[in-house]
């Protein structure tokens, strides 16, 4: 959703409960961080000021032995049931069961079905 945001409008204040506790795994930084690197000129300084507000607002969860071990539960369980995902959406779905979170996401595949995570979607 973050990129959805960085690249549209999207109110990210809208999908966000008053009671929630918003953070991000750390593999969205990289992947926040790939923007800024191919942007270039003044879009390069707006995904640069957006990266360093999202840095600088959201608590950022690092890969610690629980979603490590959160993670091999959904490799395992992605392997058995013949439906790879994404390396990255795998860790952010990893750190949201490690630590009782919703992954709110616009992208369906990459987190539909994934045992024991809970999705948000917008609309």
């Not at 923007?35 to 950022?60: H, N, S, Y």
């Not at 490690?98 to 990459?110: E, H, L, Q, Y």
């Amino acid at each position: 959703m973050l990129i959805d945001a960085e690249r549209t409008a999207l109110d990210l204040d809208a999908l966000i409960a008053d009671d929630d506790e918003p953070a991000i795994a750390a593999i969205t930084v990289a992947e926040l961080g790939v923007g800024v690197e191919v942007a270039t000129g003044r879009r390069k300084q707006a995904r640069t000021a957006f990266l360093d507000d999202v840095v600088a607002t959201l608590p950022i969860i690092d890969y610690d032995l629980d979603v490590a071990r959160a993670h091999t539960r959904l490799l395992v369980a992605v392997r058995a049931a013949g439906r790879p995902r994404g390396a990255h959406d795998l860790l952010i779905a990893a750190t949201a069961l490690a630590t009782g979170r919703i992954v709110v996401t616009s992208d369906r595949p990459g987190f539909d079905g994934l045992p024991g995570v809970t999705v948000r979607r917008p609309g």
